[in-house]
């Protein structure tokens, strides 16, 4: 998809297991954008990434499990 000498973009999206957050991960994703996705829930992240990889090519996509409205930030 990419040229050489030119990288891939990377989006990072919090709250990507739900709402507002899965719909801008799908979006990016088919927009051809390397994912970083965080949310609370892994299995919630795990279907959303699922889905994003079916519906965009070469997107690679790294899930964090996190909560980041607490001082204790990564859950897992």
Do not use: W
């Amino acid at each position: 998809m990419s040229s050489p000498g030119i990288r891939t973009p990377v989006a990072v999206v919090t709250g990507a297991s739900s709402g507002l957050g899965a719909i801008f991960a799908h979006r990016l994703g088919e927009r051809g954008f390397n994912l970083v996705l965080t949310g609370r829930d892994p299995d919630r992240l795990e279907e959303v990434r699922r889905r994003v990889v079916a519906g965009a090519r070469d997107c690679a996509v790294t899930l964090v499990t996190a909560d980041l409205a607490t001082g204790e930030g990564v859950l897992t």
